[in-house]
């Protein structure tokens, strides 16, 4: 079965700063990968997805990752933090049948 | 497209009282799921329903909760015997079930066992 590791609980960066989540995902199948951010009180929202060709992901509010199969990883990076990106961000893995399994999270906190 | 609904937001129960959510997915997706949220934890896995049929549970499914999706529509989710560790946010979600779609969530329902 897939499963999904987020190095990191939490992670403080300034505003402005790079900000770099670590996912790294264990499937027996070529997985389909998923990013999510949950601001408080509120359901989990698409940030962005990788499934097949360009490793290279971009999504919303100028976050990308990238798919790396030698590393098994899928990390989520920002090249400048602002404010409202404070949020818990969750990685996910899914197989073909969509199966959808999340990992424990990582609250980002924005530094002024 | 309303989005995936849950309803109630919030419960609060007494130990050992039954409880029922429901959730209403996207009109069209025929996948739905069951999570499990608690403070400072990702989503866990309960359950999840290919149109009517429930295709896999997790462990952590008690026998004290039960899930039906009757006509592959709307969903339930019960607890029976309610206990103050099932206190958590219970999260829905939807998929049109093509292979590598994303999950839609729904905004929850926060239960509280006193």
């Known amino acids: 079965a897939q499963s999904v590791t987020q190095l990191g609980s939490h992670v403080s960066v300034s505003e402005g700063a790079l900000v770099l989540l670590r996912c790294n995902y264990s499937s027996s199948v070529p997985p389909y990968l998923f990013w999510y951010v949950q601001y408080p009180n509120q359901g989990l929202q698409l940030l962005l997805k990788?499934?097949?060709?360009?490793?290279l992901v971009k999504g919303i509010n100028g976050f990308e990752a990238e798919f790396k199969k030698s590393e098994t990883s899928f990390h989520l990076t920002k090249p400048s933090a602002h404010m409202s990106d404070a949020a818990e961000y969750f990685c996910?893995?899914?197989?073909?049948?969509?199966?959808?399994?999340f990992g424990a999270g990582t609250r980002l906190t924005v530094k002024p | 497209d309303t989005g995936v609904s849950q309803d109630p937001r919030h419960k609060i129960t007494k130990r050992g009282q039954n409880v029922t959510f429901r959730c209403d997915p996207i009109?069209?997706?025929?996948?739905l799921y069951w999570y499990r949220q608690t403070l400072g934890q990702g989503p866990e896995f309960l359950t999840y329903?290919?149109?009517?049929?429930?295709?896999?549970k997790s462990r952590l499914l008690s026998d004290r909760f039960s899930a039906e999706r009757p006509k592959g529509s709307f969903s339930t989710l019960e607890i029976q015997r309610t206990e103050q560790g099932d206190s958590a946010m219970y999260l829905c979600a939807s998929s049109p079930g093509r292979k590598g779609t994303e999950a839609f969530f729904g905004q929850g329902t926060r239960l509280t066992v006193v």
């Open positions: 009109s069209e997706h025929n996948r």
């Open positions: 329903f290919q149109n009517e049929a429930q295709l896999e």
């Open positions: 996910a893995v899914s197989d073909p049948d969509n199966d959808m399994r």
């Open positions: 990788y499934t097949t060709g360009a490793t």
